[in-house]
């Protein structure tokens, strides 16, 4: 397990709500990344993700799991950490919790699809014909 401890520190001023501890240096010959301590660690994971992540050892990690394991301690597996905002890129302490995965998918934004105004109920056509058993 990586402790977080040794490379991070939480920092309400910082966007990603992480800075970095150490010096860091990543790349080839041509193309040299330098990063330094008290900089801002993370990035935004891509398209796929609205989450700030961090990369160690070829390994991507959400930055907010990272601040909770640093302020409380480690999580289980089955433990996730909710935005109580629904922002998720406000990574300040008071804004996260730890939920189970049912309370986590309750406090989703309302997808394209939903046609009924309610998070988790959707609209069950009955595709028989009229008058037919």
Not at 27 to 43: L, N, P, Q, R
Not at 77 to 86: A, L, T, Y
Request: glycine letters at 10%.
């Amino acid at each position: 397990m990586i402790d977080f401890s040794e490379l991070f520190y939480y920092c309400p001023t910082s966007p990603s709500g992480l800075r970095r501890k150490t010096d860091w240096v990543s790349g080839d010959k041509y193309h040299i990344i330098k990063k330094y301590a008290g900089d801002v660690a993370g990035s935004f994971g891509g398209g796929r993700t609205p989450y700030w992540c961090v990369k160690i050892n070829r390994k991507s990690y959400r930055v907010h799991r990272i601040i909770w394991t640093l302020i409380n301690g480690e999580l289980s597996k089955d433990e996730h950490i909710d935005h109580i905002d629904g922002n998720p890129r406000n990574n300040l302490i008071n804004n996260l919790r730890v939920v189970s995965n049912k309370i986590n998918s309750r406090n989703q934004k309302f997808r394209s699809t939903n046609t009924s105004g309610v998070n988790g109920v959707g609209l069950l056509v009955n595709k028989t014909k009229a008058g037919e058993n």
